[in-house]
């Protein structure tokens, strides 16, 4: 909103109170994520159906925050929240054994379970109670910066579709007959008439 920064881009969930209020458009949609709960091992846990009166370590402020107060409320369930400020807080006092429970973005309990001293002493429940739509997101009315960011997310998804990487681009932009990685890595007198 300040103008400070471009483009948000890494794990905003894209949502209609986000687009009429803060001054900025999604782009699209890059990755498609739910909301999670991760526990320890130890506590012989198979169903977010069996959290009721857990204490759960949570993000102030955020759609996380309103997922957590909503899955419990719909399931008649009870928890004691333990709100920290920043991630690493969080992490921090969810493997300090400061709460029974770590919820965000499936993602990110992934990323974060590999930070463990010991990884396998902790899951991931199975339910998503969330629908998660993670894309980049610009201020609003900046509309030529909107179409290039929109055009740079196709062709991000269009590569990853036809296997194009950092790694191999070199070899495809040397190599490849194929008339869609022609144009995704330039090869074509066409370069981006047709992508999607």
Known sequence: ??????????????????DA?????????????????MVRKDLNLKSAKELDGATVC?????????????????????FKPVVINDLAGVQQAFFGGRCDVFTTDISGLASTRQKA????????????????PLGPMIRRGDWEYFTIA?????????????GVTA?????????????KIQRIVGTSGDVGKSLG
């Open 1 to 18: 909103q300040s103008g400070e920064v471009d483009i948000l881009s890494r794990n905003t969930t894209w949502t209609s109170s986000r």
């Open 21 to 37: 209020t803060l001054g900025g458009v999604f782009v699209g949609t890059i990755f498609y994520d739910g909301q999670g709960f």
């Open 58 to 78: 949570v993000q102030p402020g955020t759609t996380t925050e309103q997922n957590l107060s909503d899955y419990f409320r719909a399931n008649n369930m009870k």
């Open 117 to 132: 001293d010991k990884p396998d002493d902790y899951m991931i429940l199975p339910e998503a109670i969330s629908k998660e």
């Open 150 to 162: 929109k055009w740079v997310l196709f062709g991000l998804i269009e590569a990853e579709e036809l």
């Open 167 to 179: 790694a191999n681009v070199d070899k495809m932009k040397a190599e490849s007959k194929d008339p």
